[in-house]
Each structure stands twice: as C-alpha cells, then as structure tokens.
C-alpha cells in the first residue's frame, strides 16, 4: 500500500455509494490520490446526506451498498495500492424516529434497557414532571393538545408484536410491563390472558427476556384474527375516558412526551448542540466505547480500514482519554491484519477546531486534526493588511452592526438563554451541588453561579479547554485566565469572589485531590458538564450566528476561522509551517470541507477585495442606489436590511460563475434558486430577522422578492450588469489567489486534502450547495488531456488548469513522498520591487530539494491580463535568494523550463514565466 500522500473526502449517500467510489478509484489514483477518505459509513438515518446520523453503528449502511460494496471499494483501492480512511461518530447517534434500536430500547424498558447508560441523561431532575424520566421533545403542538387531538394515537406494530404511541415519523414503545393495562380492555379472552403474563413481568428476574416470547404471541395472535380494535380504541385521546387512559398510560412511562419548544430549557440528556435527534453517547464508559466501535474495530482487524478520522472530539466527556484508548485499540489490531493489509501506523484525525494561539494537545497520540486552521493560514495570507481600515468602515457605515468581538459576545448570550438554555441550567445545578458540599462555599446562590457561569463562557476564547483528574493542563491556562478576566469586565464586583471559587473548581483543584465519594463524583460532573457546555456555545454563537451577522469580509468567515483577525504575513505562515513539521507532520490541510461556508475559491476570489478596499466602497453607493426599487419598507424595518443586502452582494461577487451569460435565462434562474437556498439559511442562522425556531416568512419572502428580481427581472439589468462586471473584475486574480492556495496545500508540512470536485474550480456556498453532484465524467476526460500550459492558462475558465496543477504536482509528490512528508521547511528570502508580493519556501530532503514560488496580494501586478498569469516583466527584479546553489543539469521546474543559473538569486520573471505557480525540483 502506498505511503500516505494525499486524500480525497467523498460525501456518500444513496445517490453516491460506495460503488459509485469504486468507479472513480481509477481516476483518483491517475490524480495522485493515496487514500479515500469517506463519510460515515454505518447505517444512518434513512435518506441521510451526510452519514452523521447513525441509527446502527453495527452494520454498514445499506443505503451504501452494504458490506459488499464495501469490500469492491477496498479492493479497487488495493488494485491500485490506495487505502481508506473513514469518517466516524463518536459522540452522538440519531433518536427519535423508530430506527434506532437502542434508543427504541431504551424508551420501552428505561433504566432497566442494556442501553439505558449508552446516551448522556440526567436521570434525577429538579423537575417534578421528570422523576425518573426523559424528556422527549418531539411533539408538533403541546402535550396537551397534540394528546385531545388525537395527534399521538396508541398503536400496533404487528411486524414485533409491539405496542406505540406514533407521532409523524416518531414511534414512541410502551413498556411491556404496561401491555395488560391495553390488552385488559381487549374483548378477545386469549388476549385478555396474554395481558396476565405481561402482567407477571413485574416480578420476573429477567424482564426483557421473558417478553420477547410474549411480544410474538402477541403478534401471531392478532395476525391469527384476534382483534385489538376495541382495546386501541379505549385509548382513543379524542374521547373524554380515552384522553384520560392514555394519559396515565405515557405518565407511566420512562419518557415524558412535550413540544420541541420544551427542548432549549428543560431538556434532560446531551444533544449534539441543539439538535432533538441526535443524542449524546457516553463513550467514556467501556460497554458504549466497546460497541459503537465494534464494526470499525472489526473492519480495521480485517484490513479493510486504513485510518480514522473522529467528528466532533471536543463534545466528547474526555477526548484525550478517549483518543488515547483509540489509540492503545487499534495499534493492538494491526498485527492481526492480512499481509496484504499491513500498517506501519495507522492514522487517526480528529476534528478540531483550534482558537488564537491554541495548540492540538500531544499527548492525545492522534496525527493531527483535519486541517481546518490550514485554511484559515492560507486565507490570512492572501488577505491585504491595507483592507481591513477602509472595508472595516465600510462594513459599520452600511449595517451599522457592532464590531466582532460584541457580536460574539451578544451570540453567545443569547445562546445561551435560547437554545443551550437548558444546557447551561444543567451546568449551574452541577457547580451549585459542588457549592453545597462544602461549608465555606454553601451559601452562594444559584443565581449567582448562573450569572457567573454566563459571563465566564461568553469570554472563552476556545472551544474548550481539557480540565482532568489532575486539574487544567498547563497549555490551557491562559485560555481560562482570559475568560476569567472578561467575565471580570462583565460581572459586577459583588459577583467577582464567585469567579475565585470557579478558577478552583474548575481545574485548579484536581478532582483527584478529594477523597473517593460524592464530592469528588460531583466536582467531576460539573467539570464534564462545563467543558460540554463551552463547545457547543462557541459553535453556534460563532459558526452559526456571527458568521452571517458580521460581513466586514466573508472571506474571513468560515469554520475554524479566527475572524476577528484580518490578515498576516509570510514570516506568520512560515512559522506555523515550520511548527506543524515539528509536532504534526502528518495533519491533514484542507482548503475546503463538507461543513465550510463557501467553497476554497470563492474565498480567494472574496480575499481579492482586500487589495481593492476603495474600488469596493467607491460602487457600494451606486449599487444601493440601484437597489432602492427592489427593497420594501416592513413593520419591523427595511426589507433586506444594510447588513443582509450586504452580506448578499458578496455571495454574488464570490460565487458568480465564471461562465455565467446575462442573456441566459435558465442559468440564471438556476443561479438565483442556490441564492435563494443560501440566504434563507443566513437569514435564519444570523437570528436577527428571522430564526430557525421562528421563521419570519414575510422578511424572507421579501427578500427572496429580491434575489429573484435583482438576477431576473429586465427592469434590473443594470444593477445585475454592474455586479457582473465587478465579479468579472475580481475572477482573474482571485483565480491567481486560488492556484497559489492550490500549491500551498500540496507542498507544504502535512497530508493535503482535496473535496470532493474541487480539482476543478469551488464556487459552492454553505450546504446542502457544497455537496451537490460533481461531473466526475468531464474530470476524468481531461485528465488525460495532453494539454500545453498556454492552452490551459487560455481556457483557464473550465477548471482544467485547477486539475493540471493538482495532479502535476501530487505525482511529484508521491514520486518524492519522503521529501515532501518529512523534508525541512526553510522560507526564502525574496529580494527587489516586489519582494512583498511573493511568498516562497524550500523541501530540503537528503538527496533532493524543492522551491515552491506562488504570488500573494499580487493583484494589482496581472493589470489587465485575460489569465491569472502574471506578465513576467511586470515582476520587474524581484528574485528569490537562495542559500545554496541550485545544479542547472539536476535542477526543474514542474511548470515551465526555467532556466536556472549556477547562481544563488532565481529571478521571479523566469521562475513565474510560464504559469502562474512554479515547483523546482532538484534531485542528486
């Protein structure tokens, strides 16, 4: 099997299994590819897109192909020594519904199911009307109505011989203790005997078992003619005796069924952020880690798997613990693998999101994470210093929002008391029980810690920090201290001793330190619970809130970005190189991911406005004056706000095609329909004017109004004319941004990760746009187009320019993997009239060497150039000077012949003549 080179992340779904993969191996290996990194593959919720939603982590989903497909993948794959590395869940699976047999477990026999301590509930609420029971908060309407209704009628599965409360898609199991109060009001004798024997399993040492003979009496009963109409129909909510049966009936339960607005404030058990349907898992137990990792532990011990990546670490309870027993598991396997299938090493990623001046913690023992603030580097090193005053002002001129960080702050708040309500509650009961415990410290109220806990998490500058039995590590210090000391700003001085007693609980007094017993069980919980809360509020404060209020540069809003910061220098990206090689040489780097906001080059386009911050400012006016008759003055303001018509235009100017005819109808209209998709979901996460949970369709219609007549209406056409011009002014040189984040991510320290497609030009928008189908067939034909590089650079538009750059240099990579996996990074110095405008570096390995030259901030050097190719008298003397001398016989350059003299300066007019990138190689 080859070395680990580079990867390509599939989304499989129904529509792309894996089957579909295995057609495609060919190409990916022509392409340079080492390893397929695929979406979840165990079985998901019916229909799901993404994979995420596991219902069955036992099975592969059949959706996909089943294990069979499975096998044809992995073995394409090995024909062409390819490995498989697989996306999986650790921290939640998908409830509600009927699918999930454990959660269907669960809900019938409660405490007493197998799986009863599988999901994160928090059995012992302060609520009265939970005692005991888990609140499910899938009702459409209130109980109380959706139960007079007749919206959750009692009924019968006859397939299992099972009694349920459906609901939609739901299906909510009675207990089986319960049958005889159904089946007493049966007018069939055998089935008012039945009910005695579900009756007598309130006294059986074995419960569960003892019913599943029962469960198929039942069923072969009534299949054999005994009817439960009568019995179902004294449940029938609808009438006054039925309403009052069914409703002792579910208070029995070990579930307590409300409307999904019940969720935010009083739910009882950990969701993946706020989503109903899918339910945290406790992996940090044995048992659970054991079974929703059996299939993968299976498939890695049979050589079908090659390496994991692990969704969403930061919500596990101990990540560190967690990965380091991965870790400990899988290298056990590797010596029971096939020959054929033998590993060295087997890689495991995580993905994590990393804060300002936040490092991935080693002693994990993963490779690294999967390359989000690889992006966000090479992002920050395409973007002007000199942008960020004038698109700053801007920014606040025409929204007249706050600047970042109070938007953050604000998102959070709101967070907080809306969605995590419930969470946070949760949070400030555990630090009050921890209060309780102790003498000096039982008077504090909970009001008090609620209020100090708020302002403490809406500073975190991190998703997380990684509080253990031995306190806070040391590397996550100063990320408490800052919060410490923003909640300080926050909290009135009364509140600040209350921050004293945090800075001990949570993490300065190791657990550890406290004899075994309920103050310690209790300090932990509070310490879990806390650092469970912190993530998911960074999440969907940042990500999915401020990401669409805040605009000052949408290329600076993605996942993993640390937005507030503008731009940074090549000295800044050299550095954190250099420290990747040193501590992560394997991390994978990505540009562009399943969950990013817009696609890799729609950003480097966007990152273009950053050089030309008053060309900007100088058309915004006129624009807005042109607007004017699409907009329309509502109650609660002006229909799309400054800031969402704002946020609008950029999305245009950054995901306009390239290919895009204004007299094309059904283009455009196709075009205005993903506008339309997009703007609805910002409308809806920016929570200004419109909410997920509160939909305001007038604002929204108003606004699609608009989208629909800015880019169809003739009465428009010179507004839709001037964006189109603009967007046609920004394509080349963000073309030229996009090729030298192309290069980057394949030559520097790391793995480089390409998505789906994206080996032709990314112009995608946040999902389900940036998963849409991909022509694979148009890739596949040209890659194996004999192309010259001046016909490419001509018809750079189609995206082949892209792929030609991808697959020269991942086959000089595989070519030269230890090189490029383990070689020295050294920057270069650049000398003369554009030495700024140029960021370049060398692979140094024992007997080979690589520079890798790419433009930065150059735009303003293609003047008015129909390529992203940069005339070479326009780099004037800029030259690179090198600290050895590079042999002209062994020296060459991937694009280009560049001449290369015995001397130790390589003129940018020569390296960069051909193409708008350059790799020299010199080999012994």
């Not at 070395?3 to 989304?11: D, G, I, P, Y």
């Not at 969720?263 to 940090?284: K, M, P, Q, S, Y």
């Not at 990013?596 to 273009?608: I, M, N, T």
């Not at 390409?754 to 148009?778: H, I, M, T």
């Amino acid at each position: 099997m080859k070395s680990l080179t580079a990867t390509v992340r599939l989304q499989l779904h129904s529509d792309f299994t894996l089957d579909d993969a295995a057609a495609l191996v060919p190409y990916f290996a022509a392409l340079g590819i080492s390893h397929v990194y695929a979406s979840p593959i165990l079985t998901a919720r019916a229909g799901s897109r993404h994979g995420y939603d596991v219902v069955d982590p036992m099975r592969i989903n059949p959706e996909l192909g089943g294990e069979p497909a499975l096998q044809r993948l992995v073995g394409a794959l090995r024909q062409h020594g390819m490995g498989l590395i697989l996306d999986t869940v650790s921290n939640h699976m998908a409830v509600g519904g009927a699918d999930n047999p454990w959660w269907q477990s669960l809900l019938a026999w409660g405490r007493r199911s197998p799986y009863a301590e599988f999901f994160d509930i928090q059995w012992h609420s302060n609520d009265p009307l939970l005692a005991g029971q888990l609140l499910l908060p899938f009702l459409g309407s209130d109980y109380g109505q959706a139960l007079q209704s007749g919206e959750i009628p009692l009924t019968f599965d006859g397939r299992h011989g099972v009694f349920e409360v459906a609901h939609h898609d739901h299906r909510f199991p009675i207990c089986p203790l319960d049958y005889g109060r159904i089946l007493g009001q049966a007018e069939n004798p055998r089935l008012q005997a039945l009910a005695q024997h579900f009756g007598a399993l309130h006294e059986a040492a074995d419960p569960l078992a003892d019913a599943l003979p029962l469960h198929r009496e039942l069923a072969r009963l009534v299949a054999g003619g005994a009817q439960l109409d009568a019995a179902l129909a004294a449940f029938d909510s609808r009438e006054p005796a039925g309403f009052k049966r069914l409703h002792l009936l579910l208070e029995r339960q070990t579930y307590r069924l409300a409307s999904w607005r019940t969720a935010a404030d009083d739910i009882n058990w950990r969701r993946f952020f706020d989503i109903n349907e899918l339910g945290g898992l406790r992996v940090e137990r044995a048992a659970v880690f054991e079974a929703t990792h059996a299939k993968l532990f299976e498939l890695i011990e049979r050589g079908l798997v090659d390496g994991l990546r692990i969704d969403h670490i930061d919500g596990l309870a101990d990540p560190r613990r967690y990965c380091r027993n991965l870790r400990r598991r899988v290298d056990r396997l590797l010596a029971k693998r096939p020959l054929s299938a033998a590993l060295e090493h087997f890689p495991i990623y995580v993905e994590k999101i990393l804060g300002p001046g936040e490092q991935l913690h080693r002693d994990w023992l993963t490779d690294g994470s999967t390359g989000y603030e690889f992006m966000d580097q090479v992002s920050l090193l395409q973007h002007d210093p000199a942008g960020e005053a004038p698109l700053s002002e801007l920014w606040r001129s025409v929204s007249e929002r706050p600047d970042f960080a109070e938007e953050v702050r604000s998102a959070r708040h709101l967070v907080l008391n809306a969605s995590l309500a419930g969470d946070c509650e949760s949070v400030a009961q555990a630090l009050l029980q921890v209060a309780r415990d102790d003498l000096m410290t039982r008077d504090l109220t909970l009001g008090a810690i609620r209020r100090a806990l708020q302002a403490l998490v809406e500073h975190y500058p991190v998703y997380r920090t990684y509080i253990n039995a031995c306190g806070r590590p040391a590397g996550d210090e100063a990320f408490f201290q800052q919060a410490l000391a923003g909640a300080k700003q926050t909290l009135a001085e009364a509140d600040w001793p209350l921050l004293d007693q945090f800075e001990r609980w949570l993490g300065g007094q190791p657990w550890r330190q406290l004899p075994p017993g309920r103050p310690r069980k209790h300090l932990r919980h509070a310490c879990v619970r806390f650092q469970q809360l912190t993530a998911p509020c960074a999440a969907k404060a940042v990500e999915d809130t401020v990401f669409y209020r805040s605009a000052r540069l949408l290329s600076r809003n993605d996942v993993g970005f640390e937005a507030e910061r503008f731009s940074t220098g090549p000295g800044w990206f050299h550095n954190q190189a250099q420290q990747r090689l040193r501590k992560f040489p394997d991390n994978l780097l990505a540009t562009a991911t399943h969950d990013h906001k817009r696609g890799e080059d729609c950003r480097a386009r966007l990152a273009v406005l950053s050089e030309r911050g008053s060309w900007l400012a100088g058309r915004v006016e006129h624009w807005r004056e042109l607007a004017s008759p699409l907009r329309e003055g509502l109650d609660d303001g002006q229909a799309p706000s400054p800031g969402d018509e704002w946020l609008l235009w950029q999305t245009l100017l950054g995901s306009w095609p390239l290919e895009l005819d204004l007299r094309d109808r059904q283009a455009l209209g196709s075009y205005a329909q993903r506008i339309r998709q997009w703007q609805q979901k910002a409308l809806r996460e920016a929570k200004l004017r419109s909410s997920w949970t509160a939909p305001n369709e007038r604002y929204e219609q108003v606004c699609a109004a608009y989208v629909d007549g800015l880019l169809l209406d003739a009465r428009n056409q010179q507004l839709r004319q001037a964006l189109h011009e603009a967007a046609g002014q920004l394509a080349c040189p963000g073309a030229l941004n996009a090729l030298a984040q192309c290069l980057l991510r394949m030559t520097t320290p790391g793995v480089p990760d390409l998505y789906q497609g994206n080996e032709y030009w990314d112009f995608s928008l946040v999902d389900p746009d940036n998963r849409r189908p991909v022509d694979y067939a148009a890739r596949r034909a040209s890659l194996h187009e004999c192309t010259s590089l001046n016909e490419l650079l001509t018809h750079w538009r189609d995206g082949r320019v892209k792929q030609a750059l991808v697959a020269q240099v991942l086959d000089c990579r595989q070519a030269r993997a230890e090189l490029f996996r383990r070689g020295a990074y050294l920057p270069l110095d650049v000398q003369g009239r554009h030495a700024d405008k140029v960021l370049a570096f060398a692979r140094l390995g024992e007997s080979e060497r690589a520079i890798v030259v790419v433009p930065r901030l150059a735009s303003a050097l293609l003047g008015n150039a129909v390529t992203p190719l940069i005339p070479a008298q326009n780099w004037d003397d800029t030259r690179l000077i090198l600290p050895f001398a590079l042999s002209p016989a062994n020296c060459s350059g991937l694009f280009g012949d560049a001449a290369v003299s015995p001397s130790r300066e390589l003129m940018l007019s020569t390296v960069l003549r051909e193409f708008p990138v350059n790799v020299l190689i010199e080999h012994a």
